[in-house]
């Protein structure tokens, strides 16, 4: 199986590095220093005890580096209209695309018992990347890697489990090419189950980034920081029980752990993806973490005021620093 990797920064690299070193043919779609440095010296990636080094086929061109089985975009919701675009030259007939991503995708309506089976224009505007797609491509993707870019061509997982990506159809079903999928992957030393509510996972995870990345970005600090005060715990707290009932409306029923969310000691010193992003002066995923979950608590008539003051704060921050 011939695996794209498009956007090989944290978690990109982490998969790409691993799926090589287990000789899976890579083709990784990566710019700037990053892509010289793994032109130059390889792809190195540290997790869990160990530090290695792999030679992947790189390229800031789709065009270089031609069709490939299987598709898995790393990249975030922001850049995905750019990238569904610079990405044909991969997709062969039936090409699948695992979108590895955070907060509510946009292939969420596709086959939703009771939703719209159409684009997300909060996610998607013009339905850009659902027409050079395809929602019959997706498959779900749910992360738990916590990991950064340490250097160019240089990967740190800082979880003491390995990283671990939850696959499921937008149909819910247990498809062929998802099993195949996640036998490569879980052959490559990462975690790969595979559910028939991939939904339900999505907002699992959503629930923890929406209550931490945006505060994380507004105090720059750590999850375990926010979790140490009393008054910021609160807060995120607060925004996990809304995000709750949002997610209940979708029927999806998500249990809050208020004893271990409540637990300095079971949160990492890690950075959310969201605060590397504001720390890098890129565009952040709020539309797809936050808002998002807005829209779909006013569209049920279910209130979110702790998330509409974050959401505001946030957005007002990036807005006054241009990203």
């Not at 997982?157 to 390995?162: D, G, N």
Request: with cysteine.
């Amino acid at each position: 199986m011939r695996i794209g990797i498009i956007g090989a920064g944290a978690v990109g690299g982490f998969m790409a590095g691993h799926l090589a070193r287990a000789g899976t043919d890579v083709a990784v779609l990566a710019r700037g220093p990053h892509l010289a440095a793994i032109r130059e010296k390889g792809l190195t990636v540290e997790s869990q005890g160990e530090t290695w080094t792999s030679q992947v086929t790189a390229s800031d061109k789709a065009a270089d580096l031609g069709e490939v089985d299987v598709i898995v975009v790393t990249a975030k919701g922001p850049a995905l209209p750019v990238i569904a675009e610079a990405i044909q030259p991969m997709l062969g007939a039936d090409t699948p695309v695992v979108c590895a991503m955070n907060g509510i995708p946009w292939w969420y309506e596709y086959k939703r018992a009771g939703g719209t089976d159409a684009p997300i224009e909060r996610l998607d505007p013009g339905a850009v990347v659902w027409n050079a797609i395809g929602p019959q491509r997706a498959i779900g993707c749910m992360i738990d890697c916590p990991a950064a870019v340490a250097e160019p061509g240089f990967v740190r997982h800082v979880a003491p489990r390995k990283g671990s990506f939850t696959l499921g159809e937008p149909d819910n079903t247990e498809s062929d090419r998802v099993k195949a999928i996640a036998k490569v992957i879980e052959e490559a030393g990462m975690g790969a189950p595979v559910t028939t509510n991939m939904r339900r996972a999505i907002w699992i995870k959503l629930l923890v980034n929406a209550s931490r990345s945006p505060l994380g970005v507004l105090t720059g600090s750590t999850e375990r920081g926010l979790a140490e005060n009393p008054e910021t715990l609160a807060v995120t707290m607060a925004i996990m029980r809304e995000a709750q009932a949002v997610a209940a409306s979708h029927g999806i029923e998500v249990r809050i752990d208020q004893d271990r969310q409540s637990d300095p000691s079971q949160r990492s010193l890690h950075r959310s993806s969201m605060l590397q992003d504001w720390d890098l002066g890129r565009p952040m995923e709020i539309d797809g973490i936050v808002r998002i979950i807005q829209d779909y608590g006013r569209s049920a008539g279910i209130a979110t005021p702790v998330l509409d003051t974050v959401s505001a704060l946030l957005g007002e921050k990036a807005r006054a620093a241009g990203v």
